[in-house]
């Protein structure tokens, strides 16, 4: 089971939630593993403190072009959409960062004067916190795009029954690589005019991807209540409401786990846990929520 923890911007405390749920998950007796998908600033190590077993490269292919076949036609630079490939009079020049892969520069050559060279753009480290299995993924600093990652660290994590997948803020393309085909995600929002607009885009985009959605509501006693309102208007279950507490904070900054700086916080995650387990068993996510008693 694949469960993404994701959110409409940065800060939310999405991070948090997905490090301690999975600490919790293995108190459980779960065999449970933390993927770090958000491989421009991962930084859930930072609270897992884990031991790095392995370290692999990310490698993606890029065009290069043998000027001594080439005859100058362009035909490759017209078929690129992302235009990786342009001509500067009769000299081509290659942008590798702007590169998907697609290969169809290769495929319309007509000298066959483009041939592929893999470029590392990332690595990805495996292993291990505790009980918690461990994955993440870094991005080379300098390019552009972080989806061949992602997809990467989801294919090296620890193949176990659960996966709790930190994913990227936002709604672009490496928050899609990190949350597609998962079995349910869980928004972690704020109860703010900006929590509830980047709520809004969030939705939007898990369901246009067709995943089970549901809320987490951190510094639950701040706002006001259109974020409640809102979920209630479009049926989805907020499952818990975290007050803002200056010890989540404090704790945080020290790079220490929330259930073990504050009390209270253990069980109400744990209960978190085991209603999404049962609501992922059964294939929905009923509605109600719970509020932790910390």
């Known amino acids: 089971m694949r469960i993404a923890i994701a959110s409409g911007k940065g800060g939310t405390g999405k991070t948090t939630l997905a490090t301690n749920l999975a600490v919790v998950a293995a108190e459980l007796g779960r065999q449970v593993a933390y993927v770090d998908c958000d491989v421009e600033e991962p930084n859930g190590h930072l609270f897992l403190h884990p031991t790095i077993a392995r370290h692999a490269p990310v490698q ?5 072009v043998l000027e001594d076949v080439c005859d100058g036609c362009g035909q490759c ?6 235009s990786a490939l342009v001509w500067l009079g009769q000299k081509p020049l290659v942008f590798p960062e702007l590169c998907h892969g697609c290969a169809a520069c290769v495929l319309a050559c007509p000298k066959h004067a483009i041939v592929e060279r893999p470029r590392e753009v990332g690595v990805v480290e495996t292993g291990s916190s505790g009980a918690v299995g461990f994955a993440q993924g870094r991005l080379t600093i300098g390019e552009a795009k972080s989806p061949p990652v992602v997809r990467a660290v989801r294919s090296a994590a620890p193949r176990v029954d659960w996966q ?6 936002g709604t672009s393309c490496p928050v899609v690589a990190a949350v597609r085909h998962c079995d349910l995600v869980i928004l972690v929002t704020e109860p703010t005019p900006f929590g509830l607009h980047d709520l809004r885009l969030a939705v ?7 995943v089970p959605i549901a809320v987490v509501i951190n510094r ?3 706002g006001d209540d259109r ?7 479009e049926a989805i279950p907020v499952l818990l409401r ?3 507490d200056r010890r989540v904070a404090e704790a945080y900054s020290r790079g220490e786990l929330m259930v073990t700086a504050v009390p209270g916080m253990r069980a ?14 059964n294939g929905t996510v009923a509605g109600g929520s719970q509020h932790a008693n910390v």
């Open 227 to 233: 974020v409640d309102r809102y979920c209630a208007e």
């Open 268 to 281: 109400a995650l744990r209960g978190l846990w085991e209603r999404i387990e049962e609501q992922v068993a």
């Open 220 to 222: 639950a006693d701040v």
């Open 60 to 64: 993606v292919v890029t065009p290069q």
């Open 77 to 82: 630079a017209r078929v690129c959409l992302f």
């Open 242 to 244: 975290i007050p803002d």
């Open 204 to 210: 939007a985009t898990m369901r246009r991807l067709g």
């Open 164 to 169: 709790i997948i930190d994913a990227p803020p």
